[in-house]
């Protein structure tokens, strides 16, 4: 087993950072990110507050380790869906705004991580934010790649609306059930892609 010397093994160590984390994430989900303080972590997580802050330096750190979490666990979920659909964008599409419907749609879902803590911090340089915007902005991204394999006029505008149709299901979770949630989400995107549509249409008519 790997060990340094005189310390703790390799294996327990992470496991220890992994509790702490998995705690800490729990709690700054439920409660909200500054209503948690390292004092509540350690007590919950069973450990020492030497240990927290061998692993996370700052609460800040801490915050951040647990967006990007967050931020794995989304492209996971995007990627398993982009895998099965691999030549058709409207059926990605589709595929990607039912997983997050479901999502939406659980009984404890609490709203988007990243934008709930970018609402706690409004400094920009925060880590924490830092984390959330690049998220966002890998959102657009994926979603503008998604556009132009639509082959829609214009993928940055789609990308865009698309981007503020799937953030509003993140903050209306409380009056969307998973089922709305689903078939609003693709009905409004569909009408995005046919609006833009008719644009092409009429763009190659004149």
Partial sequence: MEQR???QP?????DVRERILDTA???FYRRGVRAVGVDLVVEMAGVAKTSLYRHFRTKDELIAAFLQREDEDF???WDRVAAVHPEDGAAELEGQLAWIAERVGRPHYRGCPQLN????FPDEEHPARIVARRHKQALYL???GIARRLGVQYPELLATQLTVVINGAFVSSQALS???AAQTLVQMARALIAATSDENA???AT
């Fill in 5 to 7: 010397s005189g310390g």
């Fill in 75 to 77: 492209w996971a979920n």
């Fill in 202 to 204: 009429r763009g190659a």
């Fill in 178 to 180: 998973t089922g709305d």
């Fill in 10 to 14: 390799a294996v327990a160590r992470a």
């Fill in 142 to 144: 994926r979603l503008k």
């Fill in 25 to 27: 994430s729990d709690l």
């Fill in 117 to 120: 803590v970018a609402a706690e």
